[in-house]
């Protein structure tokens, strides 16, 4: 049996050309597009440059030998390679399980193109009936996001790092997981009023940012769809 994320994480290594600046994204599968990169870099002596989406992205990709480049050094990006914790039908995510929301929509937002590699696990009729929907939130609004949060008819639990301390994202803020029962009916105004509360830094919402979904089964296949397809 083969590693569905594997599967779809190598796939992915094969879109990056030659001179492409390509975002880095963070989680187990975009680990294996980076050491499919960091392989044809070795054996092809491709030349790219990437924008890690995390402190452990860019300690990997270093490892790995690929050449990387700050948002100082780039306006825009050719391609992001990245993971989702859910996607459904119209290529809405969620994203944060690692942490990393803040940066990789960040990098995702100034991308030509967005290609995203999952497992079939994570594609879903309806976001967040399985996973709960992180939302970075700046430490000095814990206490008012958390009542906003519970307005809107979710059940905001603090994301802990161990027994009892606060999980921190590399931008030194917490997250919030949150669930809301039956799942999320409307991801699109849902992402518009979490964006409208002062102290959430940003929500693990992702819409319309995907272009491309490299979907791996567990018998080594890959499954390439586009958003409109």
Request: proline share 5%.
């Amino acid at each position: 049996m083969a590693n569905p994320k594997e599967a779809a994480g190598r796939e992915a290594a094969e879109l990056v050309e030659g001179g492409m600046r390509v975002g880095l994204g963070t989680g187990s599968t975009v680990a294996f597009t980076l050491a499919g990169l960091g392989e044809r870099i070795a054996k092809e002596g491709l030349v790219m440059s990437g924008v890690p989406t995390s402190i452990d992205t860019r300690q990997r990709a270093l490892e790995l030998g690929i050449p990387l480049v700050t948002l100082e050094e780039v306006e825009r990006l050719d391609l992001t390679i990245d993971g989702a914790d859910e996607i459904d039908g119209q290529f809405q995510m969620i994203k944060g399980g690692g942490g990393a929301l803040l940066r990789e929509k960040v990098v995702a937002s100034i991308s030509e193109r967005v290609a995203i590699v999952v497992g079939r696990d994570k594609v879903v009729e309806r976001l967040g009936v399985s996973f709960l929907l992180p939302v970075e939130v700046a430490p000095f609004a814990l206490p008012t996001v958390a009542r906003e949060l519970r307005g809107m008819g979710c059940d905001p639990v603090l994301r802990l790092d161990g027994p009892s301390e606060p999980f921190l994202t590399d931008n030194a803020n917490h997250i919030f997981d949150c669930r809301f029962p039956g799942g999320i009916t409307d991801a699109k105004a849902l992402e518009r009023e979490l964006a409208s509360v002062p102290g959430i830094v940003e929500s693990g919402l992702f819409i319309g940012l995907a272009h491309t979904a490299l979907i791996g089964a567990e018998d080594g296949s890959v499954t390439v769809t586009h958003r409109g397809d």
